[in-house]
């Protein structure tokens, strides 16, 4: 366990020493992709990444990797000087519209099918390199310090109370059983933090009808279940902001809810920076290594 703390220690200083290294030999600019949708959200998304605009140029596109709202950020940040561009993608899964945002920014020459009959394939004109995050919220520990928040803040009666965390989740069903089981890791922390009777997570699959109908059964008799044993649902949508569709699916029922998803929570805002900090850290270490080969 020491040796995990000295080398945390020796970490943290090392990516201050090449942050530091970075601004003095180039200027990277922050483009963050989120999904984009009602003003409302939208909004919280730019209060989330307005707290990092002092530290470098900062760019947000809305919609799901689309060309037209990349290319205006590209060409924000490279009016303000910038040498080279960290993307961070503010998605829940980390597969979310990746092969497309490789694509575009010309990371891969394959496109995705989703283009294959589209004659949306033209690539962004970049005149900066770019690096891209892999990590989705799905994959970041902070979501599970929200979630158990969340439930405290809507708990009365923790042994009498059984809370139902329930996402969009995706089409496949390989990659929804991922969703779950993710989920279900972060879910620990609920878990962890109050003897609730039961921590019950799901995807609603919103956007595939069949899917979805299978799911809303399962999720209505979930809260029918546990109230008829004289418990309280406590419903935590996984979601980066707002209730989404959950009012309508779960009308008639008896449950507690706030409404709120991961937003507004300034752990949001620490967890881009984080992503993008490695870009930074990494980018630098590579150009380090390059340097040192050709001086070899």
Not at 2 to 19: A, D, E, K, P, Q
Not at 34 to 60: F, K, M, R, Y
Not at 131 to 159: F, K, Y
Not at 183 to 188: F, G, I, K, R, T
Request: negative net charge.
């Amino acid at each position: 366990m020491r040796y995990l703390i000295l080398f945390g220690v020796f970490f943290l200083h090392l990516s201050n020493f090449v942050s530091a290294q970075v601004q003095e030999n180039e200027r990277m600019g922050l483009l963050v992709m989120a999904h984009g949708g009602t003003p409302e959200w939208n909004q919280a998304i730019l209060d989330a990444v307005a707290p990092l605009e002092n530290a470098q140029p900062t760019s947000v596109a809305f919609g799901m990797a689309d060309p037209n709202a990349l290319q205006a950020s590209v060409n924000e940040l490279q009016s303000q000087g910038v040498t080279r561009i960290g993307i961070v993608r503010l998605f829940i899964s980390s597969e979310s519209f990746l092969h497309s945002t490789e694509y575009l920014f010309g990371l891969r020459d394959d496109p995705p099918v989703a283009y294959h009959d589209s004659t949306t394939t033209t690539r962004l004109e970049l005149a900066v390199p770019v690096s891209i995050s892999r990590l989705g919220l799905l994959d970041a520990p902070p979501i599970g310090e929200i979630l158990s928040d969340r439930a405290l803040a809507l708990s009365l009666e923790p042994v009498e109370e059984a809370v139902l965390i329930v996402g969009h989740g995706p089409d496949d069903d390989l990659e929804n059983e991922i969703w779950i089981r993710r989920m279900n890791d972060l879910a620990n922390q609920v878990r962890y933090a109050a003897p609730f009777h039961k921590v019950y997570v799901n995807t609603l699959r919103e956007d595939w009808t069949n899917k979805r109908a299978v799911v809303e059964k399962e999720l209505r008799a979930f809260i029918v279940s546990e109230a008829s044993e004289g418990r309280t649902v406590l419903i935590i949508p996984f979601r980066l902001y707002g209730f989404g569709p959950y009012s309508d699916v779960f009308d008639g029922l008896n449950y507690r809810a706030d409404s709120l998803g991961f937003l507004p929570d300034e752990r949001i805002s620490n967890w881009i920076r984080e992503q993008f900090h490695r870009l930074t850290v990494a980018e630098s270490i590579s150009n380090s290594a390059l340097s040192d080969s050709l001086s070899n």
